[in-house]
Protein backbone atom coordinates (compact mmCIF):
# COMPACT_ATOMS: atom_id res chain seq x y z
CA UNK A 1 0.00 0.00 0.00
CA UNK A 2 2.86 2.31 0.74
CA UNK A 3 4.13 1.70 -2.40
CA UNK A 4 0.76 2.40 -4.47
CA UNK A 5 0.59 5.82 -2.98
CA UNK A 6 3.87 7.05 -3.64
CA UNK A 7 3.44 5.89 -7.23
CA UNK A 8 0.03 7.76 -6.80
CA UNK A 9 1.54 10.63 -5.70
CA UNK A 10 4.91 11.12 -7.62
CA UNK A 11 2.27 10.51 -10.74
CA UNK A 12 0.01 13.53 -9.81
CA UNK A 13 3.08 15.65 -8.93
CA UNK A 14 4.65 14.97 -12.05
CA UNK A 15 1.27 15.49 -13.80
CA UNK A 16 0.06 18.79 -12.18
CA UNK A 17 4.17 19.94 -12.88
CA UNK A 18 3.53 19.69 -16.59
CA UNK A 19 1.48 22.08 -18.21
CA UNK A 20 0.56 20.11 -21.37
CA UNK A 21 -0.66 17.26 -18.61
CA UNK A 22 -2.20 19.51 -16.68
CA UNK A 23 -4.83 20.64 -19.62
CA UNK A 24 -5.13 17.26 -20.35
CA UNK A 25 -6.10 16.62 -16.48
CA UNK A 26 -8.73 19.38 -16.83
CA UNK A 27 -9.66 19.13 -20.24
CA UNK A 28 -12.33 16.63 -19.37
CA UNK A 29 -14.01 18.37 -16.37
CA UNK A 30 -14.14 21.52 -18.71
CA UNK A 31 -15.62 18.92 -21.80
CA UNK A 32 -17.96 17.85 -19.09
CA UNK A 33 -19.37 20.91 -18.19
CA UNK A 34 -19.43 22.49 -22.54
CA UNK A 35 -21.12 19.46 -23.12
CA UNK A 36 -23.80 19.92 -20.57
CA UNK A 37 -24.75 23.63 -20.76
CA UNK A 38 -24.21 23.21 -25.16
CA UNK A 39 -25.95 20.33 -26.23
CA UNK A 40 -29.34 21.46 -25.37
CA UNK A 41 -28.86 25.07 -26.55
CA UNK A 42 -27.68 23.51 -30.23
CA UNK A 43 -30.77 21.19 -29.95
CA UNK A 44 -32.83 23.77 -29.88
CA UNK A 45 -31.49 25.94 -32.57
CA UNK A 46 -30.53 22.95 -34.91
CA UNK A 47 -33.43 20.80 -33.80
CA UNK A 48 -32.60 17.89 -36.14
CA UNK A 49 -29.76 16.98 -33.79
CA UNK A 50 -32.22 15.87 -31.35
CA UNK A 51 -32.15 12.53 -33.36
CA UNK A 52 -28.26 12.65 -33.19
CA UNK A 53 -28.28 12.60 -28.97
CA UNK A 54 -26.72 9.42 -28.50
CA UNK A 55 -23.74 9.58 -31.19
CA UNK A 56 -23.43 13.59 -29.73
CA UNK A 57 -22.62 11.46 -26.31
CA UNK A 58 -20.61 8.90 -27.98
CA UNK A 59 -18.23 11.88 -29.47
CA UNK A 60 -17.89 13.44 -25.99
CA UNK A 61 -17.47 10.12 -23.59
CA UNK A 62 -14.52 9.06 -25.60
CA UNK A 63 -13.09 12.22 -26.38
CA UNK A 64 -13.24 12.37 -22.20
CA UNK A 65 -11.85 9.25 -21.60
CA UNK A 66 -8.62 9.11 -23.65
CA UNK A 67 -7.37 12.00 -22.41
CA UNK A 68 -6.04 10.23 -19.42
CA UNK A 69 -4.68 7.54 -22.21
CA UNK A 70 -2.82 10.64 -23.37
CA UNK A 71 -1.41 11.17 -20.08
CA UNK A 72 -0.09 8.20 -19.17
CA UNK A 73 1.30 7.44 -21.95
CA UNK A 74 3.77 10.50 -21.31
CA UNK A 75 4.65 10.01 -18.27
CA UNK A 76 5.42 6.84 -19.71
CA UNK A 77 7.27 8.37 -23.04
CA UNK A 78 9.07 10.99 -20.37
CA UNK A 79 10.45 8.26 -18.40
CA UNK A 80 11.84 7.01 -21.89
CA UNK A 81 13.69 9.82 -21.78
CA UNK A 82 14.85 10.37 -19.08
CA UNK A 83 16.38 6.78 -18.82
CA UNK A 84 14.41 6.06 -15.59
CA UNK A 85 13.00 3.27 -16.77
CA UNK A 86 16.61 1.59 -15.99
CA UNK A 87 15.81 2.38 -12.75
CA UNK A 88 12.17 1.32 -12.04
CA UNK A 89 13.87 -2.32 -13.88
CA UNK A 90 16.31 -2.61 -10.77
CA UNK A 91 13.29 -2.38 -8.09
CA UNK A 92 12.48 -4.76 -6.12
CA UNK A 93 8.45 -4.60 -7.80
CA UNK A 94 7.89 -6.68 -10.60
CA UNK A 95 7.80 -4.92 -13.71
CA UNK A 96 3.73 -5.76 -14.09
CA UNK A 97 3.12 -4.18 -11.24
CA UNK A 98 4.15 -0.95 -12.08
CA UNK A 99 2.73 -1.07 -15.55
CA UNK A 100 -0.50 -2.97 -14.00
CA UNK A 101 -0.16 -0.01 -11.85
CA UNK A 102 -0.24 3.10 -14.44
CA UNK A 103 -2.82 1.48 -16.86
CA UNK A 104 -5.47 0.79 -13.61
CA UNK A 105 -4.52 4.66 -12.77
CA UNK A 106 -5.35 5.54 -16.50
CA UNK A 107 -8.61 3.15 -16.36
CA UNK A 108 -9.74 4.84 -13.32
CA UNK A 109 -9.65 8.23 -14.15
CA UNK A 110 -10.86 7.91 -17.54
CA UNK A 111 -13.76 5.28 -16.54
CA UNK A 112 -14.92 8.09 -13.77
CA UNK A 113 -14.89 11.22 -16.07
CA UNK A 114 -16.90 9.11 -18.79
CA UNK A 115 -19.14 8.00 -15.83
CA UNK A 116 -19.78 12.13 -15.24
CA UNK A 117 -19.89 12.50 -19.25
CA UNK A 118 -22.69 10.21 -19.48
CA UNK A 119 -24.74 10.74 -16.52
CA UNK A 120 -24.29 14.10 -15.81
CA UNK A 121 -25.03 15.97 -18.29
CA UNK A 122 -28.11 13.60 -19.61
CA UNK A 123 -27.31 14.59 -23.01
CA UNK A 124 -28.20 10.46 -23.79
CA UNK A 125 -28.34 9.00 -20.38
CA UNK A 126 -29.41 5.10 -20.55
CA UNK A 127 -29.46 4.64 -16.62
CA UNK A 128 -26.57 4.13 -13.67
CA UNK A 129 -26.44 0.53 -14.46
CA UNK A 130 -25.63 0.74 -17.96
CA UNK A 131 -23.82 4.16 -17.41
CA UNK A 132 -21.08 2.46 -15.30
CA UNK A 133 -21.26 -1.11 -17.61
CA UNK A 134 -20.59 1.84 -20.90
CA UNK A 135 -18.00 3.59 -18.23
CA UNK A 136 -15.73 0.48 -18.31
CA UNK A 137 -15.67 0.30 -22.10
CA UNK A 138 -14.64 4.27 -22.26
CA UNK A 139 -12.35 3.65 -19.00
CA UNK A 140 -10.58 0.54 -21.48
CA UNK A 141 -9.84 2.84 -23.79
CA UNK A 142 -7.29 5.07 -22.16
CA UNK A 143 -4.63 1.98 -21.19
CA UNK A 144 -4.72 1.34 -24.91
CA UNK A 145 -3.96 4.22 -26.10
CA UNK A 146 -1.38 4.60 -23.54
CA UNK A 147 0.52 1.41 -24.41
CA UNK A 148 0.41 2.26 -28.28
CA UNK A 149 1.55 5.55 -27.96
CA UNK A 150 4.33 4.65 -24.88
CA UNK A 151 5.21 1.77 -26.93
CA UNK A 152 5.38 2.56 -30.57
CA UNK A 153 6.22 6.34 -29.86
CA UNK A 154 9.79 7.45 -30.00
CA UNK A 155 9.27 11.12 -28.37
CA UNK A 156 6.52 13.47 -27.41
CA UNK A 157 5.99 14.82 -31.12
CA UNK A 158 5.50 11.33 -32.73
CA UNK A 159 3.75 10.54 -29.30
CA UNK A 160 1.03 13.19 -30.18
CA UNK A 161 1.03 12.70 -33.97
CA UNK A 162 -0.12 8.77 -32.58
CA UNK A 163 -2.36 10.02 -30.25
CA UNK A 164 -4.84 12.02 -32.74
CA UNK A 165 -4.41 8.77 -35.32
CA UNK A 166 -5.77 6.87 -32.51
CA UNK A 167 -8.25 8.74 -31.48
CA UNK A 168 -9.40 8.97 -35.05
CA UNK A 169 -9.57 5.41 -35.27
CA UNK A 170 -11.51 4.99 -32.00
CA UNK A 171 -14.35 7.39 -33.40
CA UNK A 172 -14.36 6.27 -36.85
CA UNK A 173 -17.16 3.70 -35.84
CA UNK A 174 -19.57 5.99 -34.91
CA UNK A 175 -19.68 6.29 -38.78
CA UNK A 176 -21.67 2.92 -38.26
CA UNK A 177 -24.98 4.41 -37.64
CA UNK A 178 -25.12 6.48 -41.01
CA UNK A 179 -24.30 3.22 -43.22
CA UNK A 180 -26.10 0.32 -43.94
CA UNK A 181 -25.86 -2.33 -41.48
CA UNK A 182 -23.73 -5.06 -43.95
CA UNK A 183 -21.28 -2.14 -44.12
CA UNK A 184 -21.35 -1.16 -40.68
CA UNK A 185 -19.92 -4.33 -39.25
CA UNK A 186 -16.57 -3.30 -40.80
CA UNK A 187 -15.92 -1.55 -38.19
CA UNK A 188 -16.20 -4.15 -35.23
CA UNK A 189 -12.58 -4.66 -35.85
CA UNK A 190 -12.15 -1.56 -33.83
CA UNK A 191 -12.93 -1.98 -30.34
CA UNK A 192 -14.66 1.02 -29.71
CA UNK A 193 -17.61 -0.33 -32.33
CA UNK A 194 -18.77 -2.51 -29.68
CA UNK A 195 -18.92 0.38 -27.12
CA UNK A 196 -20.93 2.75 -29.44
CA UNK A 197 -23.54 -0.38 -30.39
CA UNK A 198 -23.99 -1.07 -26.36
CA UNK A 199 -24.28 2.77 -25.61
CA UNK A 200 -26.96 2.99 -28.85
CA UNK A 201 -28.69 -0.26 -27.67
CA UNK A 202 -28.88 -0.03 -24.18
CA UNK A 203 -29.94 3.66 -23.89
CA UNK A 204 -32.70 2.76 -26.47
CA UNK A 205 -33.85 0.16 -24.05
CA UNK A 206 -33.05 -3.01 -26.37
CA UNK A 207 -30.94 -6.05 -24.83
CA UNK A 208 -27.64 -5.12 -25.06
CA UNK A 209 -25.24 -6.97 -22.80
CA UNK A 210 -23.99 -8.99 -25.24
CA UNK A 211 -22.01 -5.93 -26.73
CA UNK A 212 -20.62 -5.24 -23.22
CA UNK A 213 -19.30 -8.70 -23.01
CA UNK A 214 -17.44 -8.62 -26.43
CA UNK A 215 -16.50 -4.86 -26.09
CA UNK A 216 -14.91 -6.09 -22.94
CA UNK A 217 -13.42 -8.88 -23.74
CA UNK A 218 -12.16 -7.04 -27.15
CA UNK A 219 -10.19 -4.31 -25.10
CA UNK A 220 -8.87 -7.09 -22.57
CA UNK A 221 -7.17 -9.21 -25.11
CA UNK A 222 -5.97 -6.00 -27.05
CA UNK A 223 -4.51 -4.38 -24.02
CA UNK A 224 -2.87 -7.96 -23.11
CA UNK A 225 -0.86 -8.03 -26.76
CA UNK A 226 -0.14 -4.50 -26.16
CA UNK A 227 1.15 -5.28 -22.69
CA UNK A 228 3.47 -7.92 -23.78
CA UNK A 229 4.64 -5.87 -26.87
CA UNK A 230 5.62 -2.93 -24.09
CA UNK A 231 7.50 -5.52 -21.98
CA UNK A 232 9.45 -6.52 -24.74
CA UNK A 233 9.86 -3.42 -26.61
CA UNK A 234 10.13 -1.11 -23.76
CA UNK A 235 11.28 -2.98 -20.50
CA UNK A 236 13.70 -5.48 -22.68
CA UNK A 237 15.54 -2.31 -23.38
CA UNK A 238 18.56 -1.35 -21.67
CA UNK B 1 30.44 -12.93 -3.61
CA UNK B 2 30.30 -12.76 -7.04
CA UNK B 3 31.56 -15.32 -9.44
CA UNK B 4 31.69 -15.08 -12.90
CA UNK B 5 32.91 -17.43 -15.18
CA UNK B 6 33.37 -17.99 -19.10
CA UNK B 7 31.07 -15.44 -19.44
CA UNK B 8 29.85 -14.55 -23.02
CA UNK B 9 27.41 -12.02 -24.45
CA UNK B 10 26.14 -10.77 -27.47
CA UNK B 11 23.44 -8.20 -27.94
CA UNK B 12 21.94 -9.57 -30.95
CA UNK B 13 21.85 -13.32 -31.94
CA UNK B 14 23.57 -12.65 -35.41
CA UNK B 15 26.06 -10.05 -33.67
CA UNK B 16 29.49 -10.37 -32.74
CA UNK B 17 30.53 -11.49 -28.91
CA UNK B 18 30.76 -8.18 -27.07
CA UNK B 19 31.71 -10.25 -23.97
CA UNK B 20 34.44 -12.95 -24.96
CA UNK B 21 34.36 -15.42 -22.25
CA UNK B 22 35.50 -13.25 -19.08
CA UNK B 23 36.04 -14.67 -15.45
CA UNK B 24 36.67 -13.65 -12.40
CA UNK B 25 35.87 -13.53 -8.55
CA UNK B 26 34.91 -10.78 -6.15
CA UNK B 27 35.07 -11.85 -2.57
CA UNK B 28 33.17 -10.10 0.58
CA UNK B 29 34.35 -6.84 1.43
CA UNK B 30 36.52 -6.17 -2.01
CA UNK B 31 36.64 -3.71 -4.56
CA UNK B 32 37.26 -5.02 -7.54
CA UNK B 33 37.71 -2.52 -10.74
CA UNK B 34 36.89 -3.22 -14.34
CA UNK B 35 39.32 -0.78 -16.55
CA UNK B 36 39.01 -0.58 -20.31
CA UNK B 37 38.76 1.82 -22.67
CA UNK B 38 34.93 3.18 -24.02
CA UNK B 39 33.46 0.18 -25.71
CA UNK B 40 35.46 -2.49 -24.16
CA UNK B 41 32.14 -3.64 -22.21
CA UNK B 42 32.06 -3.01 -18.86
CA UNK B 43 29.10 -1.60 -18.78
CA UNK B 44 28.15 -4.67 -20.61
CA UNK B 45 29.20 -6.74 -18.00
CA UNK B 46 27.95 -4.49 -15.42
CA UNK B 47 24.40 -4.91 -17.17
CA UNK B 48 24.37 -8.67 -17.38
CA UNK B 49 25.26 -8.87 -13.21
CA UNK B 50 21.74 -6.85 -12.42
CA UNK B 51 19.82 -8.38 -15.16
CA UNK B 52 19.50 -5.40 -17.51
CA UNK B 53 20.92 -7.62 -20.06
CA UNK B 54 19.53 -11.43 -20.19
CA UNK B 55 20.94 -14.19 -22.49
CA UNK B 56 24.56 -14.50 -21.17
CA UNK B 57 26.37 -17.51 -21.77
CA UNK B 58 28.55 -18.83 -18.92
CA UNK B 59 27.69 -18.12 -15.25
CA UNK B 60 27.67 -15.17 -13.41
CA UNK B 61 26.76 -15.77 -9.79
CA UNK B 62 25.88 -13.46 -6.84
CA UNK B 63 25.82 -14.83 -3.33
CA UNK B 64 26.39 -17.72 -4.90
CA UNK B 65 22.81 -17.98 -6.67
CA UNK B 66 22.87 -17.80 -10.79
CA UNK B 67 21.62 -14.67 -11.58
CA UNK B 68 19.55 -15.60 -14.18
CA UNK B 69 17.84 -17.20 -11.82
CA UNK B 70 17.59 -14.34 -9.08
CA UNK B 71 13.91 -12.65 -8.82
CA UNK B 72 13.30 -9.36 -8.23
CA UNK B 73 14.41 -9.73 -4.73
CA UNK B 74 17.91 -9.32 -5.98
CA UNK B 75 17.44 -5.76 -6.40
CA UNK B 76 17.38 -5.61 -2.11
CA UNK B 77 20.87 -7.10 -1.91
CA UNK B 78 22.39 -4.91 -4.79
CA UNK B 79 22.59 -1.01 -5.64
CA UNK B 80 23.08 0.23 -8.82
CA UNK B 81 25.18 3.36 -9.93
CA UNK B 82 24.07 4.06 -13.44
CA UNK B 83 26.58 5.86 -15.93
CA UNK B 84 24.46 8.56 -17.06
CA UNK B 85 21.99 10.08 -14.82
CA UNK B 86 18.17 9.03 -15.13
CA UNK B 87 16.04 10.93 -12.50
CA UNK B 88 12.63 12.13 -12.59
CA UNK B 89 13.30 15.61 -13.57
CA UNK B 90 9.91 17.38 -12.84
CA UNK B 91 10.81 16.14 -9.28
CA UNK B 92 13.62 17.22 -6.46
CA UNK B 93 16.28 15.72 -5.62
CA UNK B 94 14.99 14.51 -2.33
CA UNK B 95 11.47 13.25 -3.89
CA UNK B 96 13.71 11.41 -6.74
CA UNK B 97 15.24 9.96 -3.63
CA UNK B 98 12.01 9.26 -1.56
CA UNK B 99 10.18 8.00 -4.65
CA UNK B 100 13.17 5.27 -5.23
CA UNK B 101 13.36 4.12 -1.50
CA UNK B 102 9.96 3.80 -1.11
CA UNK B 103 10.07 0.29 -2.32
CA UNK B 104 12.61 -0.87 -0.46
CA UNK B 105 12.54 -2.52 2.83
CA UNK B 106 15.10 -0.69 4.60
CA UNK B 107 16.43 2.99 4.15
CA UNK B 108 19.33 5.55 4.59
CA UNK B 109 17.92 9.02 5.53
CA UNK B 110 17.42 10.59 2.16
CA UNK B 111 18.65 14.17 3.62
CA UNK B 112 22.09 12.64 4.61
CA UNK B 113 22.90 10.76 1.87
CA UNK B 114 21.98 14.46 -0.30
CA UNK B 115 24.47 16.10 2.55
CA UNK B 116 27.44 13.71 2.00
CA UNK B 117 27.96 14.70 -1.98
CA UNK B 118 26.96 18.55 -0.89
CA UNK B 119 23.79 18.34 -2.29
CA UNK B 120 21.68 19.10 0.72
CA UNK B 121 20.99 22.82 -0.65
CA UNK B 122 19.66 21.80 -3.48
CA UNK B 123 17.73 19.14 -2.00
CA UNK B 124 14.14 20.78 -3.14
CA UNK B 125 15.33 21.94 -6.64
CA UNK B 126 14.38 19.88 -9.35
CA UNK B 127 16.50 18.12 -11.00
CA UNK B 128 15.94 19.11 -14.29
CA UNK B 129 17.94 22.42 -12.93
CA UNK B 130 20.77 20.53 -12.07
CA UNK B 131 24.06 20.05 -13.75
CA UNK B 132 25.46 17.31 -14.92
CA UNK B 133 27.87 16.73 -12.58
CA UNK B 134 24.61 17.08 -9.69
CA UNK B 135 22.81 14.47 -11.16
CA UNK B 136 25.75 12.06 -11.34
CA UNK B 137 26.25 12.91 -7.39
CA UNK B 138 22.64 12.20 -6.86
CA UNK B 139 22.68 9.17 -9.16
CA UNK B 140 26.21 8.21 -6.82
CA UNK B 141 23.78 8.20 -3.39
CA UNK B 142 20.94 6.72 -5.07
CA UNK B 143 22.89 3.47 -5.43
CA UNK B 144 23.12 2.66 -1.91
CA UNK B 145 19.70 4.87 0.13
CA UNK B 146 18.65 0.90 0.19
CA UNK B 147 21.57 0.20 2.47
CA UNK B 148 22.80 -2.97 0.11
CA UNK B 149 25.35 -5.59 0.39
CA UNK B 150 26.88 -5.04 -3.10
CA UNK B 151 27.24 -1.93 -5.18
CA UNK B 152 27.85 -1.50 -8.91
CA UNK B 153 29.14 1.40 -9.74
CA UNK B 154 29.48 2.31 -13.57
CA UNK B 155 31.96 5.28 -13.75
CA UNK B 156 31.49 6.67 -10.24
CA UNK B 157 33.48 9.84 -11.00
CA UNK B 158 33.20 10.77 -14.58
CA UNK B 159 32.10 13.89 -15.19
CA UNK B 160 33.22 15.17 -11.57
CA UNK B 161 35.42 17.88 -10.30
CA UNK B 162 38.51 16.86 -8.38
CA UNK B 163 36.75 17.85 -4.60
CA UNK B 164 33.71 16.06 -5.57
CA UNK B 165 35.83 13.19 -7.19
CA UNK B 166 37.45 13.21 -3.69
CA UNK B 167 34.41 13.09 -2.17
CA UNK B 168 33.00 10.62 -3.97
CA UNK B 169 35.89 8.42 -3.44
CA UNK B 170 36.42 8.89 0.53
CA UNK B 171 32.14 7.46 0.51
CA UNK B 172 33.35 4.34 -1.25
CA UNK B 173 36.33 3.34 0.61
CA UNK B 174 34.12 4.08 3.76
CA UNK B 175 31.58 1.46 1.89
CA UNK B 176 33.91 -0.91 1.61
CA UNK B 177 35.16 -0.06 5.47
CA UNK B 178 31.68 -1.39 6.17
CA UNK B 179 32.09 -4.53 4.63
CA UNK B 180 30.18 -3.55 1.31
CA UNK B 181 31.38 -5.36 -1.90
CA UNK B 182 32.25 -3.43 -4.58
CA UNK B 183 32.50 -3.61 -8.70
CA UNK B 184 33.61 -0.76 -9.95
CA UNK B 185 33.92 0.31 -13.96
CA UNK B 186 36.41 3.08 -14.79
CA UNK B 187 38.73 4.55 -17.12
CA UNK B 188 40.72 6.08 -14.60
CA UNK B 189 43.76 4.46 -13.61
CA UNK B 190 44.13 6.58 -11.02
CA UNK B 191 41.22 5.87 -9.20
CA UNK B 192 41.39 2.52 -9.74
CA UNK B 193 44.83 2.03 -8.54
CA UNK B 194 43.55 3.86 -5.36
CA UNK B 195 40.72 2.02 -4.76
CA UNK B 196 40.71 -1.41 -5.68
CA UNK B 197 41.87 -4.38 -4.04
CA UNK B 198 41.81 -5.94 -7.66
CA UNK B 199 42.01 -4.63 -11.19
CA UNK B 200 40.76 -6.48 -14.15
CA UNK B 201 42.11 -4.96 -17.93
CA UNK B 202 39.32 -5.25 -20.36
CA UNK B 203 39.87 -4.88 -23.71
CA UNK B 204 37.29 -5.56 -26.63
CA UNK B 205 35.43 -7.82 -24.56
CA UNK B 206 37.95 -10.15 -22.95
CA UNK B 207 40.11 -9.79 -19.48
CA UNK B 208 43.94 -9.58 -20.83
CA UNK B 209 45.05 -9.28 -17.00
CA UNK B 210 44.17 -9.69 -13.67
CA UNK B 211 46.03 -8.66 -10.16
CA UNK B 212 46.29 -6.24 -7.29
CA UNK B 213 47.04 -3.05 -8.96
CA UNK B 214 50.69 -3.70 -6.63
CA UNK B 215 51.42 -6.74 -8.11
CA UNK B 216 50.99 -5.47 -11.39
CA UNK B 217 53.29 -2.31 -10.77
CA UNK B 218 55.91 -5.03 -9.62
CA UNK B 219 55.24 -7.70 -12.42
CA UNK B 220 55.23 -5.18 -15.11
CA UNK B 221 57.02 -2.06 -13.89
CA UNK B 222 60.26 -0.81 -15.04
CA UNK B 223 60.75 1.05 -12.07
CA UNK B 224 63.84 4.48 -12.85
CA UNK B 225 65.46 7.24 -12.08
CA UNK B 226 66.02 10.25 -14.42
CA UNK B 227 68.59 12.54 -13.64
CA UNK B 228 68.88 15.71 -15.32
CA UNK B 229 71.81 17.96 -15.04
CA UNK B 230 73.34 21.21 -15.89
CA UNK B 231 75.33 20.35 -18.79
CA UNK B 232 72.55 17.49 -20.29
CA UNK B 233 69.41 18.36 -22.18
CA UNK B 234 68.28 15.45 -21.74
CA UNK B 235 67.20 13.42 -18.64
CA UNK B 236 69.36 10.65 -18.51
CA UNK B 237 67.55 7.44 -17.40
CA UNK B 238 68.76 3.86 -14.52
CA UNK B 239 67.38 1.00 -13.73
CA UNK B 240 66.01 1.40 -9.92
CA UNK B 241 67.18 -1.81 -8.76
CA UNK B 242 70.42 -2.08 -9.85
CA UNK B 243 71.04 1.85 -9.23
CA UNK B 244 73.88 1.42 -6.18
CA UNK B 245 76.26 -0.57 -8.46
CA UNK B 246 75.90 1.56 -11.38
CA UNK B 247 78.93 3.21 -12.14
CA UNK B 248 77.69 5.76 -14.50
CA UNK B 249 75.02 7.18 -12.18
CA UNK B 250 77.13 7.15 -9.04
CA UNK B 251 79.90 9.23 -11.37
CA UNK B 252 77.35 11.78 -12.31
CA UNK B 253 75.88 12.24 -8.69
CA UNK B 254 79.37 13.28 -8.03
CA UNK B 255 80.66 14.71 -10.58
CA UNK B 256 78.01 16.82 -12.28
CA UNK B 257 75.32 19.71 -10.68
CA UNK B 258 72.10 18.35 -10.76
CA UNK B 259 68.94 20.06 -11.81
CA UNK B 260 66.18 17.12 -10.91
CA UNK B 261 65.97 13.69 -9.78
CA UNK B 262 62.58 11.96 -10.07
CA UNK B 263 62.03 8.15 -9.45
CA UNK B 264 59.68 6.73 -12.05
CA UNK B 265 56.87 4.30 -11.07
CA UNK B 266 55.37 2.69 -13.56
CA UNK B 267 51.61 3.33 -13.34
CA UNK B 268 48.62 1.71 -14.48
CA UNK B 269 48.14 3.76 -17.76
CA UNK B 270 51.39 2.39 -19.03
CA UNK B 271 50.84 -1.10 -17.64
CA UNK B 272 47.57 -1.27 -19.59
CA UNK B 273 49.13 0.05 -22.71
CA UNK B 274 51.63 -2.63 -22.24
CA UNK B 275 49.37 -5.25 -21.91
CA UNK B 276 47.04 -4.28 -24.18
CA UNK B 277 48.88 -2.62 -26.95
CA UNK B 278 45.60 -0.16 -26.48
CA UNK B 279 44.98 3.39 -24.78
CA UNK B 280 42.69 3.54 -21.70
CA UNK B 281 40.68 6.83 -23.21
N1 LIG C 1 22.39 -1.72 -26.80
C1 LIG C 1 23.46 -2.10 -27.55
N2 LIG C 1 23.27 -2.76 -28.70
C2 LIG C 1 24.32 -3.18 -29.46
N3 LIG C 1 25.60 -2.96 -29.14
C3 LIG C 1 25.86 -2.31 -28.00
C4 LIG C 1 24.81 -1.85 -27.15
N4 LIG C 1 25.37 -1.23 -26.07
C5 LIG C 1 26.70 -1.31 -26.24
N5 LIG C 1 27.01 -1.95 -27.40
C6 LIG C 1 28.35 -2.24 -27.91
O1 LIG C 1 29.01 -3.09 -27.00
C7 LIG C 1 30.35 -2.71 -26.84
C8 LIG C 1 30.67 -2.49 -25.39
O2 LIG C 1 29.94 -1.38 -24.90
P1 LIG C 1 29.96 -0.95 -23.37
O3 LIG C 1 29.75 -2.15 -22.53
O4 LIG C 1 29.00 0.16 -23.22
O5 LIG C 1 31.45 -0.43 -23.22
P2 LIG C 1 32.10 0.45 -22.06
O6 LIG C 1 31.16 0.54 -20.93
O7 LIG C 1 33.35 -0.30 -21.72
O8 LIG C 1 32.41 1.78 -22.66
C9 LIG C 1 30.57 -1.48 -27.71
O9 LIG C 1 31.17 -1.89 -28.92
C10 LIG C 1 29.18 -0.98 -27.96
O10 LIG C 1 29.09 -0.38 -29.21
MG1 LIG D 1 30.36 2.21 -20.12
Known amino acids: ?238 | MIQVNNLKFRYTSEGPETIKGITFTIEKGQIFGLLGPSGSGKSTTQKILYKLLSGYEGSAKIKNKEVSDWGKELYEQIGVGFELPNHYLKLSALENLKFFQSFYGKNHDPMKLLKMVGLEMDADKKVSEFSKGMKMRLNFVRAFAHDPEVLFLDEPTSGLDPTNSRIIKDIILNLKKEGKTILITTHHMEDAEELCDQVAFLSTGEIKTLDSPQNLKLEYGKNTVEVLTQSNLEPITFDLKTLKDNDKFLDLIQTEEIKTIHSKEANLNDIFIEVTGQKLK
Open chain 1, 1 to 238: MKKLAKLIESDLKLIFRDKTLLSFLVLPIVLIFVFKFLTPILIEKIPILEDYRTLIAMFASIQTAIMFGFITSFLILDEKDENVMQVIRILPISSSYFILYRLLFATVFSSTAAFFMITYTDIANPGTVNALLLSILYGLTAPTISLIIATYAKNKVEGMAYFKGVDLLLMLPLASFFVGSSISLVFSILPTYWTFKFYDHSFNGESSLNYFIIGALFFISLISILIIQFKKRVFGRS
